[in-house]
Nanobody, 123 residues
Framework: QVHVVESGGGLVQAGGSLRLSCAAS????????MGWYRQAPGKQRELVAT???????YAADSVKGRFTISRDNTKNTVYLQMNSLKLEDTAVYYC?????????????????WGDGTLVTVSS
């Protein structure tokens, strides 16, 4: 009932910037918290940043001051602006959405993950 599409990953030199997007579509009633996670090779998935429905944000210490999370509720989309990228930012980035949707007149709540987008930072 809900489809999530990520975009914006790619190869960038250290010090460069990328902007990730994650758009949800379908029978969406509302989206609560939205967030970005990442998983580097050989490591566990870690939280990068989150944003609540009222715009309150959180960023992990490792990205604070360099990454900015934002959302457009009219488009059911969350963004991650990544500046001053470092080699250690190389990872697959996943968006996470807490979605309320309707199906046959019934409202449901479910967490959705994007398929992941690869960010590679080179020296």
């Amino acid at each position: 009932q809900v489809h999530v599409v990520e975009s914006g990953g790619g190869l960038v030199q250290a010090g460069g910037s990328l902007r990730l997007s994650c758009a949800a579509s379908g029978s969406i009633v509302s989206i609560k918290d939205m967030g970005w996670y990442r998983q580097a090779p050989g490591k566990q998935r870690e939280l990068v940043a989150t944003i609540t429905s009222d715009g309150t944000t959180y960023a992990a210490d490792s990205v604070k001051g360099r990454f900015t999370i934002s959302r457009d509720n009219t488009k059911n989309t969350v963004y991650l602006q990544m500046n001053s990228l470092k080699l250690e930012d190389t990872a697959v980035y996943y968006c996470h959405l807490e979605v309320d949707y309707s199906h046959e007149g019934v409202r449901y709540g479910m967490d959705y993950w994007g398929d992941g987008t690869l960010v590679t930072v080179s020296s």
